[in-house]
């Protein structure tokens, strides 16, 4: 350090002020001078603190404190690792690996610390095989303008995590493909076809369950269709409105992690 | 500066462990991704015309039935083969191999199957000259390929024919009816890679044919389950003897087609 450099400065003038002559002089190494041992202790205090600290931000059952927001509706209980599984190979691996793609010395990329969360996170819980929208159908090429608008080909463009919801896109989805929809025998008393020409897409959701996951029967009567305000309520994390009764609940525990 | 820097580069670089393995860290000849899903198609063709002529024809000879809601509690009957085909589909997207399927037509009896954009002006091509398409999806980075799919079964051709829904009433055998939608994420893959694309594929086969089996157990009048098949007995083989003759039609082909890309 140069001896005008600001730092240098300061730890000259702390020794000034706090360290007599008698003290520096006393022997080769001397005893401690006071000022320095009540450094010493603040700065192993504050060491025992920050790890405290630490342990306490990172401590099983506190992943609130870290989280980017609450959990979503239903995952109250998940701890980070149930969605956010290690990413292969040491600390060490995964850096040399990451650089060597930067420069261009490496074909695919690496993820650090944690891989990508994706549908398979999720389907590791959720997978049902009845599902009337699994997300896989959505890679298909004729769903590209969906795609493009909602991105319903992921399980998190619909249910963001973190939220504190239970969905996060705009009820009024199904317009993004439903828009030429057309039923030979309309089981409804307002047709099909008339809702979708007055752009009631609102009203898809008051009958219909996205996913087939409720044990219901939808209505053929319009007007017994739940209410635009009973489906937000149940984006944003309520009870459902179609039926307590779930053909195939969650699993408490991920499919592949039982073994 | 260097004081901190050596020792990191030495920690980082040159008392390296081994370096993590590259997806494809294969040598020797590889695949297309156009190659991986001919080899596909051929194979979801050959056990589709099985389970269409030898399960779902023979079968309604004997009395099963086979029907669009076949997975309602109460429906004694079996997937259509349009719905088997999405049932092996639903299996492979439950595989850690990144390969999709999917079926479609420009007539086809659930409007929501319809072609249009890019696969509709595929199978105007394929009507043409009965060629397979691919193409790379931009949005989503995956490889495609669209491959026809023929009327290979009186059982395929009645039930369109019948079908109220259907808006197509003549088709005939031999038709192209349609085509399947297969994507691959990988724009090579090595001889083992495409091996394991090979066991993903034959277990969702498998799943598909399984599921059929576990709803036939439970049907009213369930059907024996064994060694036999439909053409002998009120009756269906087992998912294991469904296999070993899928196997035994598949197996020499698909051999073939990777020799000939060594």
């Known amino acids: 350090m140069k001896p005008n450099d600001p730092g240098d400065r300061q730890d000259d003038s702390l020794s000034a002020v706090a360290v007599s002559p008698e003290a520096r002089l006393s022997d080769g190494r001397g005893p401690a001078p006071a000022s320095s041992m009540r450094r010493r202790v603040g700065i192993g205090v504050g060491v025992c603190l920050a790890n405290a600290a630490l342990c306490a931000l990172f401590a099983p059952g506190q992943e609130y404190l870290t989280a980017p927001g609450k959990m979503n509706a239903g995952h109250g209980q998940l701890d980070c690792t149930g969605c956010h599984r290690p990413a292969p190979g040491s600390v060490r691996q ?94 409804l008393d307002v047709s099909h076809a008339t809702l979708v020409r007055e752009s009631r897409w609102l009203s898809c959701l008051g009958c219909h369950d996205f996913h087939g996951n409720h044990v219901m029967k939808s209505s053929t009567r319009f007007a017994d269709a739940f209410s635009a305000l009973s489906v937000e309520r149940y984006f944003a994390g309520d009870v459902s409105p179609y039926a307590r009764q779930l053909r195939k609940p969650a699993r408490q525990k991920r499919a592949d992690l039982e073994h | 500066m260097l004081s901190v820097v050596a020792p990191i580069t030495v920690y980082l670089f040159v008392s390296a462990p081994a370096a993590l393995p590259e997806a494809s860290a294969e040598s020797g000849k590889r695949l297309t991704p156009h190659e991986v899903l001919e080899i596909c198609a051929a194979e979801n063709a050959a056990v589709r015309e099985l389970y269409a ?26 997937p259509l083969p349009a719905l088997f085909l999405r049932e092996t589909a639903k299996s492979l997207s439950r595989s850690s191999v990144k390969l999709g399927l999917f079926l479609g037509s420009d007539s086809p009896v659930n409007k929501s199957n319809r072609f249009f954009g890019p696969q509709a002006d595929a199978l105007d091509q394929m009507r043409r000259d009965g060629e397979s398409r691919g193409f790379f999806m931009e949005d989503v980075k995956l490889y495609t390929a669209m491959f026809p799919d023929f009327a290979v079964a009186p059982a395929c051709v009645d039930c369109h024919n019948q079908h109220p829904d259907s808006p197509k009433r003549d088709w005939a055998m031999g038709d192209l009816m349609g085509a399947t939608t297969w994507t691959f994420p990988s724009h090579s893959v090595s001889v083992s890679e495409m091996l394991d694309v090979i066991a993903a594929l034959r277990h969702g086969f498998q799943d598909a044919y399984t599921r059929y ?3 036939a157990k439970s049907f009213s009048l369930p059907p024996e389950v064994g060694k036999k098949w439909p053409r002998q007995c009120y009756c269906l083989p087992t998912p294991e003897t469904f296999m070993q003759e899928a196997e035994r039609r598949i197996s020499k082909p698909t051999l073939d087609r990777l020799l000939s890309h060594r």
């Open chain 1, 94 to 187: 995964q850096i040399q690996a990451g650089t060597r793609f930067l420069l261009g010395l490496r074909e695919t990329p690496v993820d650090f610390g944690f891989r990508a969360v994706e549908n398979g996170d999720c389907q590791a819980c959720h997978e049902r095989p009845f599902d009337r929208h699994p997300v896989y159908r959505f890679n298909e090429p004729r769903f590209a303008d969906a795609r493009k608008e909602i991105a319903p080909q992921r399980c998190a463009s619909c249910h963001r995590e973190h939220s504190g919801r239970r969905i996060t896109v705009e009820p009024d989805y199904c317009r993004h493909c439903h828009g030429e929809l057309e039923m030979k025998n309309d089981p």
């Open chain 2, 53 to 78: 002529k030898d399960i779902v024809g023979a079968g309604q000879q004997v009395g099963l039935r086979f029907d669009e809601k076949w997975e309602q509690l109460k429906v004694n009957a079996g």
């Open chain 2, 213 to 215: 089996i576990e709803k």
